[in-house]
């Protein structure tokens, strides 16, 4: 009944959260410490990891790039199904191109409004030359909701066959859409009077600010102890560019006796270092 899990990254091929932090690891190793010599392969998967942070969805794409999401295409060809048809339209071989991406009813979930592959061909080999293509021609943002998007053509899938429901094209993509969103934090520390303020400010992927959070803590005091108890450490506190709405945000948090949220609404004091952030959200959607 269930389809059966594979993990190619931890010893005995079981997926765990500590080996998908360790492969991130080392991809966002690999990226500072190399300039050219990295091959497509290496660049495909590093874009893969760095992507999103749902282990759901980076398996699904593991299973999909290695030819091993189990369709009823594969199970037929390792006889386990003697029917290869797809269930969803009852009229192709249900190969991986065919239900993430040929299927008239995932050509109906791509055909949205909102959808970044909205008026994208149909002839693509294979999925890891439709993803090839969707690397090369998409932003981040929007290869991040396309790949959302995908997983849940999936997952809507499986439901259809083990469970019997099937959600609607447009319930579908925005669900991913609201999936993906980027969060920013910046610390702020005021050391005369042993404070930290931490920002954080919440988008989604057109930029629009959806939660702001401004919480000062008094930490100075815990820091030192852990500092002074580890021989030959010190602490240094480093400004980040393109981060100047959490910092500014950080820096609010140091006013306030109290932790503040903000939902859909971005305060009056950080508005113009929130906005400031924004050109690079709008250039790259
Ligand atoms: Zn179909």
Known sequence: MGDKVIWGLSEKGKFSVKSAYYADLETKNQKTGETSNGDQNERLWRKVWRLTNSGKVKQFLWEALNGILPTRSILFKRRIIDNSTCPVCNREEETDIHVLWDCPASVDVCGEDCSPVRKWGRNYADFTT????????????????VAEVLYDLWKRRNDMVFEGKFKGPCVLIQQAVQEVETVNVDASMDSKRGKVGIGVVVRDFRGEVHVVVAAPIQVIEDIKA?????PGWSVTF????????????????????????????????VLPAVVSDLPSFVMSV
Not at 130 to 145: P, R
Not at 226 to 230: G, I, L, P, S
Request: glycine share 8%; aromatic share 4%.
């Open 226 to 230: 852990v500092v002074h108890a580890q």
């Open 238 to 269: 480093k400004g980040r560019d393109g981060n100047r709405g959490a910092h500014a945000v950080a820096k609010l948090a140091l006013s306030l006796s109290t932790e503040c949220v903000w939902m859909e609404e971005v305060p009056t004091e």
């Open 130 to 145: 439709l993803w090839s293509n969707l690397q090369s021609k998409l932003e981040e943002g929007k290869l991040h909701i």
